[in-house]
């Protein structure tokens, strides 16, 4: 039987669940990958260049929430 990280914490007290969580959430944030010199500079360059534009995000970003629309029902 293979426990995975939810079984784990499925028995463990809420304050362990809690610490575990935090240690696990910590690990993932923590990516490290390594290339080449070349490989690098194209990285760096393609963050530093201008965005490419992005229909799907422009869309996103101009819809409003329903709670920051007006009501009506305000005087």
């Known amino acids: 039987m293979t426990n995975?990280?939810?079984?784990?914490?499925?028995?463990?007290?809420?304050?362990?669940?809690?610490?575990?969580e935090a240690k696990a959430s910590a690990l993932l944030d923590q990516i490290r990958f390594e290339v080449d010199a070349d490989k690098f500079k194209q990285f760096t360059d393609m963050l530093d260049g201008p965005s490419k534009p992005n229909p799907g995000l422009e869309r996103l970003m101009g819809i409003h929430a329903p709670w920051d629309k007006p009501s009506g029902d305000e005087h």
Request: without cysteine.
């Open 4 to 20: 995975t990280f939810s079984d784990l914490l499925s028995r463990m007290s809420p304050k362990s669940r809690a610490h575990a």
